[in-house]
């Protein structure tokens, strides 16, 4: 047989099974999609149309009815680009507008919309464009695999999409449900979104400034709102205080500090990502150092790139520069905070001493800025390794035993202080502490030789 050329086929079945059902974590997904596209197609008319509306994005809960809507009055679609985009997987308008340089856009893939079909029944979409305010047409699907266009009754310029929840997804609707998951999502989002129920109360989530955004303040007001801002999403802990993420072109936040005694093994960091106003992930604690295990924090960027279920974002180049960019603006704030507010500082060091001393050893300037101000555990209480090491004539001496030995009850006998070297990160800091400051560093053996006894 001669070798020849076929095209490769798809089967459109499996593929959206495979898509619909397992490129996202959780059905619950379908709200910020929805919400995403919304936006999108506000920002697309605002960039279009030379007099734009005020962008409306409206969801509505319909929990008897087993409905939920999604409404804008964006750029809306032609009959052309309903076949163009919403009925072709993986081609999305977005991602072309995008290249075409309109700026604010989320989306990218043009996959959100399969999330409709794994909780929806039926799918049904109503929209009249911008470019031919006259004309509105009806999409109609159940699966995702077939489709219907008809012209539809005349509406304003926009989209409304309804879903009609199969039953094992209908607590979408319900209004408390569909209120957290807009609110989780949607907290930044430049644009409002407003909810109504189907009994008719109403709700607006996002248009929020978050500080990062937020025009310049007094320091004493910034602070304030930036505490405010760190409970809303801290859960764990009373946020202690905050440090900014600003001046990067990359990446800005909110960094806050948690009011909780640390252990030097718990990793208690809580970080939500955003990318351009829309929740990514709120367990993003990859992005703080692996030291920073006291810390929580927002984190919002449009340079970084999300995988294609908008769970998580690629590691790539731009990936490290935001994460080293961060962790920059930790090492500067923490700078700060020990200059301008000591108070706060001192409290920061009582509650986290212990963490602190094996996340000393992580970075050199984390340990230039807190080696002095740090106690390690001793047979005399806590101390600073500088009073350890004049105390004992210009070395410290480490036990590594659980319990005190001849050697150790000699040193006591002559008041001079033995670190715990059991204890979290204080032999190792001990040893550090020696390298840079100077003096000697003895470890005492958990066998003591009889002749001390002599």
């Not at 929805?34 to 920002?43: F, G, K």
């Not at 989209?159 to 039953?167: D, E, G, H």
């Not at 001079?416 to 040893?431: D, E, H, K, S, W």
């Amino acid at each position: 047989m001669d070798a020849s050329i076929h095209r490769t086929q798809v089967d459109l079945s499996g593929l959206m099974r495979v898509l619909g059902q397992h490129l996202y974590s959780t059905p619950n997904v379908v709200v910020r999609e929805l919400i995403q596209n919304a936006h999108d197609s506000c920002v697309r008319r605002a960039a279009a149309d030379p007099e734009p509306p005020t962008p409306l994005i409206r969801v509505t809960a319909d929990h008897e009815g087993g409905r939920l809507h999604v409404e804008d009055n964006g750029a809306g679609l032609t009959a052309e680009e309903i076949e163009r985009y919403l009925a072709v997987i993986g081609r999305g308008q977005t991602g072309e507008s995008r290249e075409e340089g309109v700026e604010g856009l989320i989306g990218l893939f043009g996959l959100g919309f399969l999330s409709a079909y794994v909780v929806a029944e039926a799918t049904e979409v109503w929209t009249a464009s911008h470019r031919t305010p006259d004309e509105c047409w009806r999409f109609t699907s159940r699966s995702g695999q077939t489709f219907t266009i008809e012209p539809g009754a005349a509406r304003p310029v926009g989209t409304r999409v309804t879903l009609t929840l199969k039953p094992g997804h209908r607590d979408l609707a319900r209004p408390s449900v569909l209120s957290a998951l807009v609110r989780r999502f949607c907290c930044l989002l430049p644009i409002e979104v407003e909810l109504t129920h189907a009994r008719g109360e109403d709700a607006r989530v996002g248009a929020s400034t978050p500080p990062w955004r937020a025009p310049e303040r007094s320091p004493l007001r910034r602070r304030a709102l930036s505490l405010e801002f760190a409970r809303r999403f801290e859960a764990g802990f009373e946020p202690l205080c905050t440090l900014p993420i600003e001046g990067d072109e990359l990446v800005g936040g909110t960094l806050w500090i948690q009011d909780g005694s640390s252990y030097g093994n718990a990793d208690n960091r809580r970080v939500s990502l955003f990318v351009r106003g829309m929740l990514i992930t709120d367990d993003a604690r990859w992005l703080l150092p692996d030291w920073a295990t006291f810390m929580g924090a927002v984190i919002e960027s449009d340079a970084l790139a999300p995988t294609a279920s908008r769970e998580d974002v690629q590691r790539d180049a731009v990936f490290d520069r935001v994460r080293a960019a961060i962790a920059r603006a930790l090492l500067r704030g923490l700078g700060e905070l020990s200059s301008r507010e000591p108070a706060t500082w001192r409290r920061v060091l009582r509650r986290h001493n212990e963490a602190l001393l094996g996340a000393s050893l992580c970075d050199p300037r984390l340990f230039e800025l807190v080696a002095d101000q740090l106690t390690v555990p001793t047979s005399m209480g806590d101390l600073h390794a500088q009073v350890v090491l004049r105390r004992a004539g210009g070395t410290i001496h480490v036990s590594q035993a659980q319990r005190s030995g001849v050697e150790a009850l000699m040193f006591r006998a002559r008041a001079i202080p033995v670190v715990r070297g059991t204890r979290y990160g204080a032999l190792a800091f001990c040893r550090e502490f020696t390298r840079a400051r100077g003096g000697g560093l003895h470890i005492i053996g958990e066998r003591e030789d009889p002749a001390l006894l002599g």
